[in-house]
């Protein structure tokens, strides 16, 4: 069964360093996303990507965080100057086609520590 | 703001009971919630999707959603120690984005 990939499984990382996450969604799926998790917190949306383009974000999703998809498969999350509060699990999750009723298939995260 | 409501648990159940968990979302304009499962340390998992009102039955898994109240519920049949987890409840606005709840811890005893 396809899955959507993600790499490294764990990143550590020093305080202004610049990090990217990276993630192979599943290959006939068309919207991706972003979400992170603070430990002991929940689920919370970052970004998501159609067509080469932001779609939507939330507030979390500042001028620090950028999403890219460098070629066919690869889609990436870059965090320019990490702060310790930066410090959670990212989960990439891509869905068939539209995003309104398609469900979201996540990979099994990225876990970030920030010192 | 879009707000999803979950009792934090945990709830207790012994083995083969039936378990029941629920979620409120404030957004009226919601059109689509999941349940999704999470083991601690580890991604969540879909275990069913919803989408109008009334119940949907998958294997030991039943959902049920009542948009008038606002309420969606998980019923999970004959409840194995493996489905101890935490149990998400999303909701979808009809945009790209879910919004989650914290969760509900299960945890099912021999």
């Known amino acids: 069964e396809p899955e959507v990939t993600q790499t490294p499984s764990h990143q550590v990382t020093q305080m202004g360093q610049e990090v990217i996450l990276r993630c192979v969604p599943i290959?006939?799926?068309?919207?991706f996303y972003w979400y992170r998790q603070i430990l002991g917190q929940k689920v919370e949306f970052l970004v998501s990507?159609?067509?080469?383009?932001?779609?939507?974000k939330s507030e979390i999703f500042d001028d620090q965080f950028s999403v890219e998809r460098p070629d066919g498969s690869n889609f990436t999350l870059k965090i320019r100057s990490t702060k310790l509060e930066d410090s959670a699990m990212y989960f990439c999750?891509?869905?068939?086609?539209?995003?309104?009723?398609?469900?979201?298939?996540f990979g099994p995260g990225t876990r970030l520590t920030v010192l | 703001q879009k707000e999803v409501e979950q009792n934090s648990g945990p709830l207790s159940v012994p083995e083969g009971a039936i378990a029941s968990l629920n979620c409120t979302y404030s957004?009226?304009?919601?059109?689509?919630f999941f349940w999704y499962r999470q083991y601690s340390g580890k991604s969540p998992e879909l275990i069913m999707s919803?989408?109008?009102?009334g119940d949907k039955e998958d294997g030991r898994f039943t959902a049920q959603l009542n948009k008038a109240s606002q309420y969606v519920s998980l019923l999970i049949r004959d409840s194995q120690p493996s489905d101890s987890a935490t149990y998400l409840c999303?909701?979808?606005?009809?945009?790209?984005?879910?919004?989650f709840g914290k969760g509900t811890m299960l945890l099912v005893s021999p």
């Open positions: 999750a891509s869905s068939p086609s539209s995003g309104g009723s398609d469900t979201q298939y």
């Open positions: 290959s006939n799926h068309l919207y």
């Open positions: 990507f159609y067509n080469n383009e932001i779609s939507e």
């Open positions: 957004d009226r304009g919601s059109q689509s």
């Open positions: 919803i989408y109008s009102n």
């Open positions: 999303a909701v979808n606005g009809g945009y790209s984005t879910l919004t």
